[in-house]
Structures are given as C-alpha cells and as structure tokens.
C-alpha cells in the first residue's frame, strides 16, 4: 500500500509541476515567454497522460492480451515481417503522432496567439493524435498485419478503400 502511494505521489508531483508551468504560460501577460515553461508542461503533461491515460485505453477500451502473438511472429519472414525491440517500436508510434497538430498548430498560433496552438499541440496529441495512431496499430495487429487502406476496403468497399489507401500516402 504504502509503495502504491509513493509511485502516485511522484506521479502528482509530475502533474502539479505541469499544472504549474502550463499556467505560468497562460496567466503572463505579454510576449517574452521563456520556451522551457512550454516545455515542462508539455513534457510533464505527456507523461502524466502516457502512466495513466494510456494504461485506461490498454485495460479497459482495448483491452490488450500480452500473450497473443502478434503478426511478426506469427508471419515472420525476415523483411516485411520481424518481432523488434518494443523500445524501437515506441519510436516509431512516438513519430507517427505528429497527425495535423504540426500543420494546425502554427496557423492557430498565427492567427489566435501562442497559447491556443500549445494547447492544441499538447491536448490534441493526447486526447486524439495517439488514441487513434495507437487503435490503427492495434486494429492492424488484429488483422495479421494489413494497412489501414486495406481495411477500410475490406470494411467499407473498394472505393471508399482506395480513397483511404491515397489519404495515409499524403
């Protein structure tokens, strides 16, 4: 019990220094921000949403099985597919994240001030960019391996597939 409680004390301590640094950027008034409060809370919020928020969609929506074999070693053929390092496969999920926030975040940012396209930037990364990124490699895995152009033909027809299949090569 009492170990349980450090770890979600040192978890808090993370969010509250998040809490803080996020409401340095939005409460001062003016333009000279210092871009490391940006980033603290930006980091600190990530975090905070990868212990807790992550672990919810894991259990409960997705509800992952770590003993089913996944396509890469059920299919293994040594090029297209290969069982990898879980810390490599972070990466690659960390850097399919990016979605639109890198397109509409600057233009909110331009046209609406800075603080608009950080909270865009950060809460749209964690409530949106990497559920989906994350329930597409899940379905993925779950269809032996197939692209998301495949399954939205097998699911939805030809066309509505190959329009899909075109929108993921953008």
């Known amino acids: 019990m009492t ?49 807790y928020y992550s672990l919810f969609i894991a259990n409960n929506v997705m ?15 040594g090029l297209d597919y290969v069982p990898t390092n879980k810390h490599i496969l972070f990466g690659h999920h960390f850097a399919a994240i990016a979605g639109a926030g890198p397109l509409v975040g600057p233009v909110l940012a331009a046209q609406m001030g800075y ?23 899940f379905l993925s895995t779950r269809r032996n391996g197939r692209s998301l152009g495949d399954m939205v033909r097998e699911e939805m027809g030809r066309i509505p597939g190959t329009i899909a299949l075109f929108g993921c090569f953008l």
């Open 3 to 51: 170990t349980r409680l450090v770890k979600h004390l040192a978890w808090f301590a993370v969010a509250v220094l998040g809490a803080c640094a996020l409401s340095v950027v939005a409460l001062r008034r003016g333009e000279p921000i210092n871009a490391l409060w940006i980033v603290v809370a930006a980091v600190a919020i990530y975090l905070v949403a990868y212990r």
């Open 63 to 77: 509800q992952l099985d770590a003993r089913r074999a996944t396509p890469a070693v059920l299919n293994n053929d």
């Open 115 to 137: 603080l608009p396209g950080t909270l865009w930037l950060i809460a749209g990364v964690v409530l949106a960019g990497a559920v989906q990124d994350f329930m597409v490699l």
